[in-house]
C-alpha cells in the first residue's frame, strides 16, 4: 500500500513539474504554440492552469475547417454538425478579446448561410488583416456589402462566391494579396476589384464564371496566376512582375478560325513584362500564343527570364515555332520544362520538326536544365532531345517522365546514342508511376 501510495506521489509530483514548466513559458512563445494548434484544441488549453484559461481568448490567427467538429458520414447528423459549427464560431467571435489578423472557414459540411453575413459584419469592426472563404457546397455564397469595409485587409481569398462591388467601395488600400476561385462576378467588376487595390502583389483568377476576356492592370503586382474558360487575356504595364502563370483550358485557337491569323498574341502578352522571372504556360496557352506568325524574337527581351515551361504538341509547327522565340528572347533562361499535351498529339507529320529547332541552336546555350514529362518516344520528341543533348554545351541535368512503362526501354536505347555537347550532362528517367 505505501509503495502504490509512494508511486502515485511521484506521479503527481511529476505532473506538477511539467505543469510548473507549461505556465512559465513565456508569453510569445505561448502563442506560437496555439498558431499551431486547430482552433478546437486552442481552446481546450484552457483547462491547464489559470495563466492558460483565457490566453485562447487573444489567439490572433482563427481557422474554422474540418477539424472543428467530428466528422460523420450520417445523413441524419448533419444538419447537427452545422449548427456545431455554428455555436463554436459565434461562441469563438463573443469571447474573443484581441485583435483578430485572420479569419479562415474552410468546412465541408458548411451551407453558405446567412450566418457568415454577420461574422463578417464583426469582423469588418475588428481591423480584421486575412479573411479565407470556402464554401464547398454547390451553392455560392453571396459576399455582403460589410466585407467591403475591411479596409486593414492585406488578403482576400474567396473560393465559390458571388461578389458584387458596391457603388461606394473605394478600394482596399492595404491588399497585397488576392485569390479568386470559381468566383461569380462581372467583368467591370473585377477590373473595379483590382484597380481599387493599389498595393496589390499576388493575384489569382481560376475559373471565373461568365468571365471571356481577363484584363489585368496592376503597376506593382509581382505574382500573377490566371486560369479558366477565357477568349482572351491582356496585361497593362506591370513593370515589378517576375511570376506569371497562364492556363488556357478551352482550345480557344481552334474555335476562333482563320480570322485571327494576323493577330499576334505573343507580342501582345509580354510588350509589358521587363522583370518576367518565371513563366508558366499551362493547357493550351501556348496554343493561343502561336495564332498568327511568331516572330524570331520578341520586341523588347525577357532579359529575366530564367524559368519556362510550355503544354506543347511536339508535332505543331506554330507551337514549335513559338517555343523558339521565347527562348530565344530570354539570354538568361536557365531551365525550360515540356509537358506534353498527348491528348491533342497530331497524328501528322509536317515536314522534318528538326530543322526548326535547328534554328534555336545559337540561341539556348546558356540553358542548364530540361524538363520533359508525358513521353512516349514519338519522333518529334526525340528530334527534340537530340538537338538539346547535342546543342547545350552547359547542359547539366535532362529530366524525363514517360507517360508509361511501355516504351521506356526504346527510349533510353536511342538518348544513348545521342551525342552530348555537355560532358557533365545526367539524363534522368522518373517513373510514370509514382506521382510528381
Known amino acids: 500500500m505505501f509503495l502504490r501510495n509512494s508511486k502515485l506521489l511521484q506521479v503527481r509530483i511529476k505532473m506538477t513539474n511539467e505543469l510548473d514548466k507549461i505556465n512559465q513559458l513565456p508569453g510569445h512563445i505561448m502563442d506560437q504554440i496555439l498558431s499551431h494548434l486547430p482552433i478546437k484544441d ?25 477539424q472543428c467538429t467530428r466528422a460523420t458520414r450520417i445523413p441524419s447528423l448533419q444538419p447537427s454538425l ?14 474573443h478579446n484581441g485583435p483578430i489578423q485572420k479569419f479562415k472557414l ?50 482576400l481569398e474567396l473560393y465559390r462566391c458571388l461578389v458584387k462591388i458596391p457603388s461606394t467601395f473605394e478600394g482596399f488600400h492595404n491588399l497585397e494579396s488576392l485569390d479568386l476561385q470559381h468566383v461569380q462576378l462581372s467583368l467591370d467588376g473585377l477590373e473595379a476589384l483590382i484597380s481599387r487595390c493599389p498595393l496589390l502583389k499576388r493575384l489569382k483568377l481560376r475559373n471565373l464564371e461568365g468571365i471571356k476576356q481577363i484584363n489585368v492592370d496592376a503597376g506593382n503586382l509581382e505574382w500573377l496566376d490566371v486560369e479558366g474558360a477565357f477568349q482572351d487575356v491582356a496585361f497593362g504595364v506591370m513593370n515589378s512582375l517576375m511570376s506569371l502563370m497562364v492556363g488556357f483550358s478551352d482550345d480557344i485557337a481552334n474555335k476562333r478560325g482563320s480570322n485571327y491569323a494576323n493577330s499576334n498574341n505573343l507580342r501582345k502578352l509580354f510588350r509589358n513584362l521587363p522583370k518576367l522571372h518565371s513563366l508558366i504556360l499551362e493547357k493550351y496557352s501556348l496554343k493561343y500564343l502561336a495564332i498568327g506568325s511568331a516572330p524570331q524574337t520578341l520586341p523588347d527581351e525577357l532579359v529575366h527570364l530564367n524559368y519556362l515551361f510550355t503544354c506543347i504538341d511536339f508535332n505543331s509547327v506554330e507551337e514549335i515555332l513559338t517555343v523558339m522565340c521565347l527562348i530565344k528572347s530570354s539570354p538568361e533562361l536557365k531551365h525550360v520544362a515540356f509537358q506534353c499535351r498527348a491528348k491533342d498529339q497530331q497524328t501528322t507529320r509536317i515536314g522534318k520538326l528538326a530543322d526548326f529547332w535547328e534554328d534555336a541552336a545559337c540561341c539556348v546555350e546558356q540553358v542548364q536544365v530540361v524538363s520533359m514529362g508525358g513521353i512516349s518516344g514519338s519522333e518529334p520528341e526525340l528530334e527534340l532531345m537530340k538537338f538539346l543533348l547535342t546543342s547545350l554545351p552547359n547542359l547539366e541535368t535532362m529530366t524525363i517522365r514517360p507517360n508509361s512503362t511501355s516504351g521506356e526501354g526504346r527510349l533510353l536505347k536511342e538518348l544513348l546514342q545521342f551525342r552530348r555537347a555537355s560532358a557533365q550532362a545526367k539524363v534522368i528517367f522518373l517513373d510514370p508511376l509514382v506521382p510528381e
Open 42 to 66: 486552442v481552446v481546450r488549453t484552457s483547462i491547464l492552469s489559470r495563466r492558460w484559461r483565457y490566453k485562447w481568448c487573444s489567439v490572433p490567427q482563427l481557422v474554422f475547417d474540418d
Open 106 to 155: 474552410s468546412h465541408e459540411e458548411f451551407c453558405a448561410a446567412s450566418d457568415i453575413d454577420h461574422w463578417i459584419l464583426h469582423l469588418s469592426r475588428v481591423s480584421i488583416k486575412e479573411i479565407v472563404l470556402d464554401i464547398w457546397t454547390w451553392q455560392y455564397y453571396k459576399i455582403p456589402s460589410s466585407l467591403f469595409n475591411c479596409q486593414y485587409l492585406i488578403h
Open 82 to 95: 452545422h449548427e456545431d459549427l455554428v455555436k463554436i464560431i459565434d461562441k469563438v467571435l463573443l469571447l
